[in-house]
């Protein structure tokens, strides 16, 4: 009898078809956060205790006691963490991100400007060797890129332009790549919209029968084509937002009220120029998770 209630315990608990959509559609909008936010230095690390943070947040917004306090159980049951950790992410700046996750080639490049072995005297990075002596660009990484090897911690910095090579040496000089890094300002204009979509797509008490998204997608078989609708398209959004803006923005309420309005409608238009893009297979998906649950 023991041994049986273990055997079931431990069985794997079988998804239904839209729990493992809902897990493909999830894994699709991360990844393609990944793309965007890797090269500009986000790691897995930094990414996780910001979403820790975000979600704390959101649980501490939602267990508020009336007297405003912030119902530390509650938030540990919604999200799983302990008390201890909903404390210290409540109490989290978000500026410490900045000082953890750094990867392997952040720490070389740190070390490279600031370790005196690996400096001048007037405090410039010197040039290395990349291996073979003692102060040489692998040594350089095996004290400050862990277990990464120099000749991958190499090739990024070639690729991105941060080290100049010259007769055998490496020097390492200004990388527009490395200036742009934890720079994520550039999501401020999509971030209205981002959050828009969310919302919309996770309210369901909407009763309008109007769709609140609406897409078209417009082929194009040369770049000629292509400049052609996306000029076109441009000009048409532009003129549609003018004429909302002229006949509704002053015409719906009467009279004219001073002040922020109690209510508001939004309208986003993005104009997304499409390419081939490698989605997961969501039968192929379901059908290894029923073969793993039938192990």
Known sequence: MTADRSRRNNRPVSLGTSALRG????????GELALVLLPR???????????SVAFVQAAANMSRLQNGRVNHS?????????????????????????????????KVVHG?????????RIGHPKRLPISGSE?????????????????AVLDE??????IRD???????????????????????????ALVDGLRIASDTSATSVAAPVRRLTIPAETDVDLAIVRDRCASSAQSMLDGLAHSLGKQVTVPHKRGAPARSFTVTILLSEGYAKRRKNVRSVMASSRKGTQK
């Open 157 to 162: 910095l070639r690729r991105i332009g941060a």
């Open 135 to 151: 102060i040489s660009f692998a040594s350089l990484v095996r004290e400050y890129g862990g277990d990464v090897t120099h000749r």
């Open 41 to 51: 230095g986000m790691t897995p690390k930094r990414f996780a205790e910001l979403a």
């Open 74 to 106: 509650r938030v540990a049951a919604q999200t799983g963490l302990s008390r201890a950790d909903v404390k210290r992410l409540l109490a989290f700046n978000v500026l410490d991100t900045a000082r953890s996750g750094l990867t392997a080639i952040e």
């Open 166 to 192: 010259a007769s055998g040496q490496i020097q390492l000089r200004p990388s527009p790549f490395l200036h742009c890094r934890f720079d994520f300002a550039f999501l401020s204009p999509v971030l209205p």
């Open 23 to 30: 897990a493909v559609a999830l894994q699709d909008l991360l």
């Open 112 to 120: 490279w400007r600031t370790d005196r072995r690996f400096r001048t």
